[in-house]
């Protein structure tokens, strides 16, 4: 049984699909929404073939994007050339970024910033941010061993993940 077939909620799914050949199975077969994530699923000419491959399916493009800065800006790029584009997942000022948000590693962090919810499309060269290497050089000095957070209500309940 198709699941959208069972529910009025638009389906999405894509964040661990990494190939045109992945999301082949999965479009035309019920998803409102495909999240292929531009870092694992062959950059950004592999995610136009996933939209164009979408599109003749009403198959919207909303790519999984919770790395950065370079995969926000690759990801914005797509969202300026796909008509199937009508959002762009990132986390710019989420709380789980404290201390360490995308825009801390760009020279000028001007072309990641969204105003009233939207992004502005830059005329600069190529993904059109500067990666500050420094900043980079700073984070890899100080080391991370990354786990998944849990974030609880008050009550104790998850608030996420």
Same mark, same amino acid.
Do not use: K
């Given at each position: 049984?198709?699941?959208?077939?069972?529910?009025?909620?638009?389906?999405?799914?894509?964040?661990?699909?990494?190939?045109?050949?992945?999301?082949?199975?999965?479009?035309?077969?019920?998803?409102?929404?495909?999240?292929?994530?531009?870092?694992?699923?062959?950059?950004?000419?592999?995610?136009?073939?996933?939209?164009?491959?979408?599109?003749?399916?009403?198959?919207? &493009?909303?790519?999984?994007?919770?790395?950065?800065? *370079?995969?926000? %800006?690759?990801? $914005?790029?797509?969202?300026?050339?796909? @008509?199937?584009?009508?959002?762009?997942?990132?986390?710019?000022?989420?709380?789980?970024?404290?201390?360490?948000?995308?825009?801390?590693?760009?020279?000028?962090?001007?072309?990641?910033?969204?105003?009233?919810?939207?992004?502005?499309?830059?005329?600069?060269?190529? &993904?059109?941010?500067?990666?500050?290497?420094?900043? *980079?050089?700073? %984070?890899?000095? $100080?080391?991370?061993?990354?786990?998944? @957070?849990?974030?609880?209500?008050?009550?104790?309940?998850?608030?996420?993940?």
């Amino acid at each position: 049984m198709r699941r959208s077939a069972s529910t009025s909620i638009p389906l999405a799914t894509g964040e661990r699909l990494y190939s045109r050949w992945d999301f082949r199975d999965v479009i035309g077969h019920g998803i409102a929404v495909a999240q292929p994530d531009v870092s694992h699923a062959g950059g950004i000419s592999e995610v136009r073939r996933i939209a164009a491959m979408a599109e003749p399916y009403d198959v919207s &493009l909303a790519p999984h994007c919770p790395l950065g800065p *370079v995969s926000p %800006a690759s990801s $914005l790029q797509l969202a300026f050339a796909v @008509p199937n584009f009508p959002i762009q997942e990132q986390s710019v000022g989420l709380h789980h970024n404290q201390g360490n948000d995308v825009l801390d590693y760009l020279v000028d962090p001007e072309p990641l910033t969204f105003t009233g919810g939207y992004a502005r499309r830059t005329d600069r060269p190529g &993904l059109g941010v500067e990666v500050d290497e420094r900043a *980079v050089e700073r %984070a890899a000095e $100080l080391g991370h061993c990354w786990r998944g @957070p849990i974030w609880r209500h008050p009550d104790g309940s998850f608030a996420e993940w």
